[in-house]
């Protein structure tokens, strides 16, 4: 069933709220302990515009038919979604959940509005203001121009970049580039606009009117976590606490980032961001509960945690999410009757968390007694902390033995871990004992996969397809290592091992071979 229903949105954004499954077993009661079932989503047939398409952030597999997401802790969540292409009138969208069991589950139907249209900059009111003006204005009432964009070139190593007035009270913005951000050279572009998101709107909150859009000239990833720092002005902080003041992802609905005070008395705030988009800065007027542990950034010393925080008085419902750097990995997208906290095991409990990866959580509440609107929720709290680095873990071959030769061209490779902890690895294979992968030099085929060694069967293992079987007589290399992604450190390789496949004819095996391009 559907845990979080789409409401809205439109076209080219994501829609609201973002879409989670939830798996049930047969007494209607979600089933938890799934931490495998890969759940399919599809705009359904014969809803919306014929020609539209669906997207999330968390796509686990582009190349299939519709958006697919493994269940983690018996929920599926949808990350980032959006359709491409306006609801017509009278028309619109539902989505349709499936599962290889054979299970469907239908969203409820919603609409999805046409981007606005653009309106001219020209200057919008200045041909309306009053002729007879009565007095002159307090400075701080007249709004600052906005600064320029500023381009700067930025490389691996730590950087600031200054938007205009980022060391006095004229709302300047500051980007802290930490070392390894970018693993190349690249070009920051920070332009910094005095209204918010036209559209956009803040559960919770009010929009201020500041935005920074901030992108990279080739499109660079950030490596890092960056933090923002935002400068604002007297007119800005006028009649507002600086604490309730947060920042967020722009968009039709904004999402809320961590957001920390670093100077109330010089009004300026820091937030901390995974990817750089165009950010705007909102005003709290429904508070969210109050976040008790982790602390915020906290690295953890465990693959588990439990996540607290303070419900608001009346609350009787609770969203939470939990999403890794730039959603890369599993999430946790829950919505329940009103807790205090949350608990999220380690493997093989829970196949959750990443090693060395900062993961983003926030949590709202509201107080409806049915399923609430968006407009029935709180504005959001959002924090952050770290996973531990990929424990000293000790891999070895289970099959086959190093130096032995194999009796099929497609072997089973399987190794074993020492720690529970690690269960996800990044493998490869080939005739090349350097495993050399560029196309321009490549001289043998490397076969590469993750693997989600908790679900592979047999567990931690590797088969080689059918359809791209092992040259016969040939000598082969493998190794395996905890694959860590997001902004972790990548591990060590194991050791190389080396087995020979079978000197037959792939005819005399009845296997049909196929010669992949050594370079692909």
Same mark, same amino acid.
Request: net charge neutral; with cysteine; charged share 10%.
């Given at each position: ?8 949105g439109?076209?080219g ?12 077993d ?10 495998s ?9 014969g809803?919306?515009?014929? $020609? ?6 968390n796509?686990e ?13 018996g929920?599926?969540? *949808? ?15 539902t989505?349709?959940a499936?599962?290889?069991? $054979?299970?469907t ?7 999805v ?28 009432a ?16 730590r ?6 007035? $980022? ?11 930490p ?11 920070v ?13 919770g ?11 990279t ?13 935002i ?7 006028a ?21 920390r005070?670093?100077?109330s ?22 508070p ?13 010393? !465990? ?9 608001a008085?009346?609350?009787?419902q ?6 890794? *750097? ?7 997208n829950?919505?329940?009757d ?14 959750? *968390? ?11 509440t ?18 952050t ?24 061209l ?9 720690s ?5 690895y ?9 495993f ?7 001289? !043998? ?7 989600h ?11 080689v397809p059918s ?29 190389t ?14 296997v049909?071979m ?7």
């Amino acid at each position: 069933m559907f845990g979080a229903q789409p409401t809205g949105g439109t076209a080219g954004q994501s829609i609201s709220p973002s879409p989670s499954i939830l798996v049930q077993d047969a007494s209607g009661t979600q089933d938890t302990s799934d931490n495998s079932t890969v759940v399919t989503l599809n705009i359904t047939s014969g809803t919306g515009d014929g $020609g539209a398409v669906l997207t999330c952030s968390n796509d686990e597999n582009a190349n299939a038919s519709g958006v697919q997401v493994r269940v983690a802790f018996g929920t599926a969540p *949808f990350f980032g979604c959006g359709i491409n292409l306006p609801s017509p009138a009278n028309s619109p969208y539902t989505l349709t959940a499936s599962a290889p069991s $054979g299970w469907t589950a239908a969203s409820a139907p919603f609409a999805v509005a046409a981007p606005p249209t653009a309106v001219p900059t020209a200057t919008p009111t200045r041909t309306a203001t009053p002729t007879p003006v009565p007095a002159t204005p307090a400075p701080t009432a007249t709004p600052s121009p906005p600064p320029p964009p500023v381009t700067q070139p930025v490389g691996p190593s730590r950087a600031e970049v200054h938007v205009a007035g $980022g060391t006095d009270q004229t709302g300047g913005v500051t980007v802290s580039i930490p070392a390894g951000t970018f693993s190349a050279p690249t070009t920051l572009i920070v332009v910094l606009t005095n209204e918010a998101p036209t559209g956009a709107t803040a559960t919770g909150a009010t929009l201020l009117a500041k935005t920074i859009d901030i992108t990279t000239s080739d499109g660079a990833p950030l490596g890092r976590t960056v933090e923002i720092q935002i400068r604002l002005t007297a007119a800005e902080l006028a009649g507002r606490d600086i604490g309730s003041i947060r920042g967020g992802v722009g968009g039709g609905v904004v999402k809320a980032r961590p957001t920390r005070v670093i100077d109330s008395a010089a009004g300026i705030l820091g937030l901390t961001v995974d990817h750089f988009t165009k950010f705007t800065l909102f005003s709290i007027v429904k508070p969210g509960p109050a976040l008790a542990s982790p602390p915020n950034g906290e690295a953890l010393s !465990s693959f588990t945690t439990t996540l607290a925080w303070e419900p608001a008085a009346g609350a009787t419902q609770f969203q939470l999410q939990v999403a890794p *750097f730039n959603g890369d990995g599993p999430g946790v997208n829950l919505i329940g009757d009103i807790r205090s906290n949350f608990v999220l095991p380690a493997p093989p409990e829970w196949y959750g *968390f990443l090693p060395d990866m900062t993961y983003f959580w926030r949590v709202r509440t509201t107080a409806a007694t049915t399923a609430p609107q968006e407009t029935d929720w709180s504005a959001w709290t959002a924090g952050t902390f770290k996973t531990p680095k990929a424990p000293a873990v000790a891999l070895a071959a289970v099959e086959p033995a190093p130096g032995v030769t194999v009796n099929t061209l497609t072997p089973a490779i399987r190794w074993s871990s020492s720690s529970t902890d690690v269960f996800y690895y990044q493998f490869q294979l080939s005739k090349d004992r350097t495993f050399n992968t560029d196309p321009s030099t490549a001289t !043998s085929m490397v076969y590469g996969a993750l693997i989600h060694g908790g679900v592979a069967t047999p567990p931690n293992s590797y088969r080689v397809p059918s359809g791209f079987p092992l040259e016969p007589g040939a000598t082969y290399h493998w190794r395996v290592r905890p694959r860590v992604q997001g902004d972790g450190t990548p591990a060590a390789w194991t050791a190389t091992f080396t087995f020979s496949s079978p000197a037959a004819s792939p005819s005399a095996m009845g296997v049909q071979m196929a010669v992949p391009n050594p370079g692909g």
